[in-house]
């Protein structure tokens, strides 16, 4: 089956469902300015807010690290991690785009992505090709083929409720099993060092809690200045992606506690032992300083811009640097790669300025990342 069929099932499924939500529920856009308010306050001061969020961290008994690159990245999640361990992960853009996963794999730990669509890319070797929906490319029947020769229990003509059921028992048993848990985050909460994830399978929350140790990954983008501020984060992020309400919001400050006795607030209690927040620069602290650029820093992986773009619509999972892939991928891989070549695919419909909760003009951008590519002599590449 052909990628036009998986992403126009998808597609027809998604792109109603937003303007339902939004008629259903009004106050979603008062929120979404809100949002794109805090988001600019904490880009107008980044440097304070990184402290004040590490501070934060530190004051609830969790640990917080400030790292440059991929490299300073994985070096810290290798020591945090160690060797011979059980890892789950809970869908992380950034880990991707860090490659730990890869990495935790190759010092010998048995590392298993926990969202569905995740835990199918990883079974196919595939890149995602989505960001809230990264195997969106396949078809029911690829997917019940790929289960069929992976676990087993389920074939091709299988219903989805049988492979989701297939894939939740293997998958309770890693997350009984696993020594570590490792998540991003939607956003952050400076004042209070607390971490926001929103999700509709549950296995954020079985990452965030059944293990000892949980590992927090997240570019400085998603700090906001308040828990308030953050709060607001998934409600905005659901609604845009189609998923409102989320199933769930998981609220995580420092390791797991109890004021039971005497209400002394003691750490740890029934949850993980240790709280990592890892925060990650990556390119985003150079594309903050520039007027145009940090405009996508805005961006809250809603994925509502892809549904409306007519070429991601044509060339979909081959369009961007793996996890960003669409309209806000090729802003995207500008920022983290300094790949100029995904906005030379833009044709300047425009479709995604006017869908974007975030109100980022993603044509002003991706006409601005055209122009450095075409002056960066000899780096063009348009195979
Ligand atoms: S650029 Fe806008 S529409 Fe696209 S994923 Fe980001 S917030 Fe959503």
């Not at 499924?13 to 308010?37: C, D, G, Q, S, W």
């Not at 917080?64 to 890892?87: R, T």
């Not at 145009?292 to 994925?303: Q, S, V, Y």
Request: with cysteine; hydrophobic share 40%.
């Amino acid at each position: 089956m052909s990628w036009d069929i998986a992403v126009n099932r998808a597609i027809n499924n998604a792109v109603p469902k937003v303007y339902k939500v939004l008629r259903e529920h009004p106050y979603i856009e008062e929120l979404a300015k809100r949002l794109r308010e805090a988001k600019l306050e904490v880009l107008n001061n980044l440097e304070k807010y990184v402290e004040e969020t590490l501070q934060s961290v530190k004051s609830n008994g969790g640990n917080a690290y400030y790292v440059h690159d991929e490299k300073e990245a994985q070096e810290i999640v290798g020591k945090i991690v160690g060797k011979g361990k059980i890892v789950v992960m809970g869908k992380s853009m950034v880990a991707y785009e860090l490659g730990i996963r890869k990495y935790l794999e190759s010092l010998g730990n048995e590392v298993w992505e926990t969202d569905l669509g995740e835990f199918l890319i990883q079974q196919a070797n595939e890149p995602p090709s989505h960001i809230i929906a990264p195997a969106i490319h396949m078809t029911k029947e690829s997917v019940g083929k790929l289960l069929k020769e992976k676990i087993g229990g389920v074939d091709e003509n299988s219903k989805v409720e049988d492979m989701v059921a297939v894939v939740r028992k293997f998958l309770r048993d890693k997350f009984v099993k696993a020594d570590v848990g490792i998540t991003g985050a939607n956003a952050i909460a400076a004042d209070t060092g607390s971490v926001l994830l929103v999700e509709n399978e549950g296995n954020i929350r079985f990452t965030t809690v059944a293990p000892q140790i949980h590992i927090a990954i997240a570019g400085v983008e998603k700090i906001l200045p308040t828990l308030a501020d953050a709060m607001i984060e998934p409600l905005v992020q659901s609604a845009y992606a189609g998923l409102y309400p989320p199933t769930y919001v998981n609220l995580t400050s420092g390791p797991s506690s109890t004021a039971d006795i005497e209400h002394n607030r003691v750490r740890p209690a029934h949850g993980p032992k240790e709280f990592h927040l890892i925060l990650v620069d990556n390119g985003r602290v150079k594309a903050n300083k520039d007027n145009i650029l940090r405009e996508a820093l805005l961006c809250i992986r809603c994925g509502r811009c892809h549904f409306h773009c007519p070429i991601y619509r044509a060339i979909g999972n081959i369009w961007g640097d793996p996890p960003y892939s669409g309209p806000m991928g090729a802003m995207w891989s500008y920022i983290v790669k300094g790949d100029t070549k995904p906005a030379m695919y833009c044709v300047h419909s425009g479709n995604c300025k006017e869908v974007c909760p975030m109100r980022i003009n993603i044509p002003r951008v991706l006409e601005y990342i055209k122009n450095l590519g075409l002056h960066s002599k000899g780096k063009l590449d348009y195979k």
